[in-house]
């Protein structure tokens, strides 16, 4: 690496292309980031309802099919109760 | 270990000697090829875009050596690249958004 070329006089046309889009593209990542995060947020907002209504009929489910779980081992074990 | 404990500071106080350099050759280089364009350069970017749109309209660019447009074609594709760098230093996060 001993001569290098002499550096070349890059067109302003194309200097002000790479820039320019560089910007844009930096300004339209954050806008576009902060617009997803925002929906983003609002979407784990309602999930987090539905979760505390979905956690309920969970358990509610669970523990009828424990019950009747018991009452069928029950049947088999012959214990009348 | 300690042998590279105590030799760390050495190393990176040669890496610093031997890297100042070749930064300044790169500034060297950037100083010409990479700087912004400056307002004095404003009536060279109107001329080139004007340059390019009646080149577009009065069909010349079909004139072109195959060789000239290929070479177009790759400086405008790394000058469309240089938005999707721009986009991935904006949302801070190289594949995809983070949300």
């Known amino acids: 690496m001993a001569d290098l070329a002499a550096p070349v006089r890059v067109s302003p046309l194309i200097r002000f292309g790479r820039w320019g889009l560089l910007s844009a593209g930096i300004l339209y990542g954050m806008f576009h980031q902060g617009r997803l995060s925002r929906k983003e947020a609002a979407i784990r907002e309602i999930e987090l309802k539905q979760k505390a209504i979905r956690d309920e009929k969970l358990a509610k489910e669970k523990k009828l099919a424990s019950e009747r779980e018991i009452k069928e081992l029950e049947s088999l074990a012959g214990i009348k109760s | ?99």
């Not at chain 2, 100083?31 to 109107?46: F, G, H, N, T, Y």
């Open chain 2, 1 to 99: 270990m300690s042998k590279l404990a105590s030799q760390g500071p050495v190393l990176v106080k040669k890496l610093l000697a031997e890297a100042q350099p070749k930064f300044q050759t790169f500034l060297k280089y950037a100083k010409v090829e990479l700087i912004p364009p400056s307002p004095a350069d404003i009536p060279q970017i109107r001329a080139g875009i004007g340059k390019i749109i009646t080149g577009a309209r009065t069909g010349a660019w079909k004139q072109t050596p195959v060789r000239e447009a290929w070479l177009n074609t790759l400086v405008t594709v790394e000058v469309i690249c240089w938005f999707f760098v721009g986009e991935c230093i904006g949302k801070r996060h190289i594949v995809g958004y983070k949300v």
